[in-house]
């Protein structure tokens, strides 16, 4: 990962089960902006949703885990069965 390639990161883990659509979701963009939205519907929950800009060194910090972590390997492996 090139410190001066933009950085852009979406985590998704979701289900449609007993309680409807339930999702948490993290988005980091290149302006520093990270959104978060929690959608839980179990005892009539509501939608969280919640946006702050972090700073360059936990953007910084970031790539450094996703980058030691390896993971990007796995992402480019299966990118074409997640792009179906």
Known sequence: MDEREEFYLRY???HNG???HEFLEFEFRPDGKM???NNSNYKKGRMIRKEVFVTPA???DLK???KESDIMKYVHAT???LDS
């Open 12 to 14: 998704y883990v979701g």
């Open 18 to 20: 007993e309680y409807g």
């Open 35 to 37: 959104r978060y939205a």
């Open 58 to 60: 936990v953007v910084g």
């Open 64 to 66: 450094r885990i996703i």
């Open 79 to 81: 990118a074409k069965l």
